[in-house]
């Protein structure tokens, strides 16, 4: 069975920096893509960032460049998203999904999802 589980929320003031973990179960990483999406209340998902197992070529969204940094452990089976220079703007839940193929920032892409970890940036 195809599980993925995030963790690595909680709260932290603007500037902070928090590193979330997608850990992936019943697959290998390998041929696989993995996304990060996040939804803040109200508002549509969006997508964050994603990298791609077989080429390790990543995707940024415009709002997180520069501050957020994705990797990959495909020994671990574990995907990162280090977060710095948090801002509130961020406060989200976050979602780990997972995909056969090239990442793509279309959540509709996405086959497997986590169940998501609460990102709390206060001012």
């Known amino acids: 069975e195809v599980q993925l589980q995030a963790s690595g929320g909680g709260l932290v003031q603007a500037g902070g920096s928090l590193r979330l973990s997608c850990a992936a179960s019943g697959f290998t990483f390998d041929g696989y893509a993995i996304g990060w999406f996040r939804q803040a209340p109200g508002k549509e998902r969006e997508g964050v960032s994603c990298i791609s197992s077989s080429d390790g070529s990543t995707y940024y969204a415009d709002s997180v460049k520069g501050r957020f940094t994705i990797s990959s452990d495909n020994a671990k089976n574990t995907v990162y998203l280090q977060m710095d220079n948090l801002k509130p703007e961020d406060t989200a839940v976050y979602y780990c999904?997972?995909?056969?193929?090239?990442?793509?920032?279309?959540?509709?892409?996405?086959?497997?999802w986590g169940q998501g970890t609460l990102v709390t940036v206060s001012s």
């Open positions: 999904a997972a995909e056969k193929g090239l990442a793509t920032r279309y959540s509709e892409d996405y086959d497997y």
